[in-house]
């Protein structure tokens, strides 16, 4: 019986609609402002972002394994920005190198509701670990 249950717990979790977080942000842009839709990622997405912001660093005979800030802010800010009028990603992977060479200071106005919708306390805690 408690198979049953747990099948039934299962099917639910399974079949229930899950909504993604979004969220609307005005950004400054060439002296005026325009909204940005920046959209929660997939879990897969999410994890694919962090593998591809690991480093691994020798600490003496030992391999300890990083995350590189910057590579990850990049690539979730590529992943979350959203044009909400078209729905299209704003930016893509071919940005990469050019959003890495922007000051901090631009940087930051995008990074920081990026990382708020890609949970960035949960990040903070996946580092620690």
Not at 39 to 59: C, D, N
Not at 109 to 120: C, D, Q, R, S, Y
Request: hydrophobic share 35%; aromatic share 6%.
């Amino acid at each position: 019986m408690t198979e049953k249950k747990q099948d039934s717990i299962r099917q639910l979790a399974l079949a229930e609609e899950a909504k993604f977080k979004s969220k609307i942000v005005k950004i400054p842009i060439g002296g005026k402002e325009v909204e940005v839709e920046f959209r929660e990622p997939t879990g897969g997405k999410k994890g694919a972002i962090l593998h591809e912001s690991q480093k691994i660093v020798m600490k003496g005979n030992e391999q300890i394994v990083t995350i590189d800030t910057q590579t990850m802010n990049i690539r979730t800010l590529i992943a979350t920005a959203h044009d909400p009028a078209t729905g299209e990603a704003i930016f893509s992977r071919n940005d990469f190198d050019t959003l890495k060479n922007k000051p901090n200071s631009w940087l930051e106005k995008w990074v920081k509701p990026a990382l708020e919708i890609f949970g960035e306390k949960d990040v903070e805690e996946e580092v620690k670990n």
